[in-house]
């Protein structure tokens, strides 16, 4: 049974303009979007900045309200909860930030941040017990309980992470949504995050939505990678298969510009045109007008959905390369 299953998503913004605000069109964030994720699996969510894939895991967890679609989390639609109800259920799914300065309170302690959680869901029982659970969260993560009565201006960028990951485990989610957690980190402690987040992640069963621009870092912790442009999943594989033979040409333009450490490669740059960059064109197949639709503009209902080419292999076009 799949833990957390998306279908069909739509989070747009409204585009005003005017004296009076009013709406003059929308921004397609996301636009009609589904997956889904086993308990204890990693789906690797990538595409540039503005393709979509932060807005698509806050409205996962609902920090944005979507404007279709459902999210379906052990089986339950959690889009169409509120309040209370929506508070309790909040605690199988977390969420870590991309920010490990601005997402913690200046102003409070790691006891604080951590230990928050843990009194708005009442998981302890005594201020012994907090203390406890607290100090246990702060080993499971590499830091020293010692540390707990110091703020987060005491730390470094990766050790702020750390916070960042305790205070999401202090609930014991059975889901955690990773908005790029190391994409503002230096390259060594990179590493260091992402084996500490594997390492929770057998310990605990957990299942991460992981999102992030580098390649080389999601085929190392993800299962299975969706590729999203402009709103859009383009491509769905397993990790290892997605790299070695991408099938969208989108998807094979982000591979062409991940680094290498041969400076000899003679891999070739691929580098999109700005038809192929256009809302439709770099979804469309040959069978209509080379300029992406009758009229040469083309429309986004043009755009084709997700079809398996392969067994697990999910693409919303070939590239003709």
Same mark, same amino acid.
């Given at each position: 049974?799949?833990?957390?299953?998306? =279908?069909?998503?739509?989070?747009?913004?409204?585009? =005003?303009?005017?004296?009076?605000?009013?709406?003059?069109?929308?921004?397609?964030?996301?636009?009609?979007?589904?997956?889904?994720?086993?308990?204890?699996?990693?789906?690797?969510?990538?595409?540039?900045? #503005?393709? $979509?894939?932060?807005?698509?895991?806050?409205?996962?967890?609902?920090?944005?309200?979507?404007?279709?679609?459902?999210?379906?989390?052990? $089986?339950?639609?959690?889009?169409?909860?509120?309040?209370?109800?929506?508070?309790?259920?909040? !605690?199988?799914?977390?969420?870590?930030?991309?920010?490990?300065? #601005?997402?913690?309170?200046? !102003?409070?302690?790691?006891?604080?941040?951590?230990?928050?959680?843990?009194?708005?869901?009442?998981?302890?029982?005594?201020?012994?017990?907090?203390?406890?659970?607290?100090?246990?969260?702060?080993?499971?993560?590499?830091?020293?309980?010692?540390?707990?009565?110091?703020?987060?201006?005491?730390?470094? #960028?990766?050790?702020?992470?750390? +916070? $960042?990951?305790?205070?999401?485990?202090?609930?014991?989610? =059975?889901?955690?949504?990773?908005?790029?957690?190391?994409?503002?980190?230096?390259?060594?402690?990179?590493?260091?995050?992402?084996?500490?987040?594997?390492?929770?992640?057998?310990?605990?069963?957990?299942?991460?939505?992981? +999102?992030?621009?580098?390649?080389?870092?999601?085929?190392?912790?993800?299962?299975?990678?969706?590729?999203?442009?402009? &709103?859009?999943?383009?491509?769905?594989?397993?990790?290892?298969?997605? *790299?070695?033979?991408?099938?969208?040409?989108?998807?094979?333009?982000?591979?062409?510009? *991940?680094?290498?450490?041969?400076?000899?490669?003679?891999?070739?740059?691929?580098?999109?045109?700005?038809?192929?960059?256009?809302? +439709?064109?770099?979804?469309?197949?040959?069978?209509?007008?080379?300029?992406? $639709?009758?009229? &040469?503009?083309?429309?986004?209902?043009?755009?084709?959905?997700?079809?398996?080419?392969?067994?697990?292999?999910?693409?919303?076009?070939?590239?003709?390369?």
């Amino acid at each position: 049974m799949n833990l957390l299953e998306v =279908k069909n998503l739509k989070v747009y913004f409204p585009v =005003k303009h005017g004296l009076f605000s009013r709406v003059q069109g929308y921004v397609k964030a996301v636009d009609d979007v589904s997956l889904h994720i086993l308990p204890g699996e990693t789906l690797g969510l990538v595409g540039e900045s #503005g393709c $979509g894939k932060t807005t698509l895991g806050r409205a996962i967890i609902r920090l944005l309200e979507p404007n279709a679609g459902s999210v379906l989390f052990e $089986g339950e639609d959690i889009s169409q909860l509120h309040g209370d109800e929506l508070r309790r259920r909040r !605690r199988k799914f977390q969420m870590i930030f991309q920010d490990p300065y #601005g997402s913690l309170n200046p !102003r409070m302690t790691v006891a604080q941040i951590v230990g928050e959680a843990i009194d708005i869901h009442d998981l302890a029982d005594s201020a012994a017990a907090r203390r406890a659970r607290i100090t246990d969260l702060l080993r499971a993560v590499g830091l020293d309980p010692s540390h707990a009565e110091r703020y987060p201006h005491e730390f470094s #960028g990766g050790q702020r992470q750390r +916070i $960042g990951i305790a205070r999401a485990l202090a609930v014991e989610p =059975k889901l955690i949504v990773c908005d790029e957690p190391v994409s503002a980190l230096d390259v060594s402690v990179q590493a260091q995050i992402v084996n500490l987040l594997m390492d929770l992640q057998q310990e605990r069963g957990l299942a991460y939505l992981f +999102i992030a621009h580098d390649l080389a870092v999601v085929e190392h912790i993800s299962h299975r990678v969706m590729v999203m442009y402009l &709103g859009r999943a383009v491509e769905l594989a397993e990790a290892k298969k997605l *790299v070695r033979a991408p099938k969208h040409p989108y998807t094979q333009a982000l591979l062409s510009a *991940v680094p290498v450490m041969n400076p000899d490669s003679k891999r070739k740059r691929i580098v999109l045109s700005d038809q192929e960059r256009s809302p +439709i064109a770099a979804f469309a197949k040959a069978d209509r007008n080379e300029r992406g $639709g009758p009229d &040469g503009s083309g429309s986004v209902s043009d755009i084709p959905p997700l079809r398996e080419v392969e067994p697990g292999h999910w693409v919303s076009c070939i590239a003709e390369r």
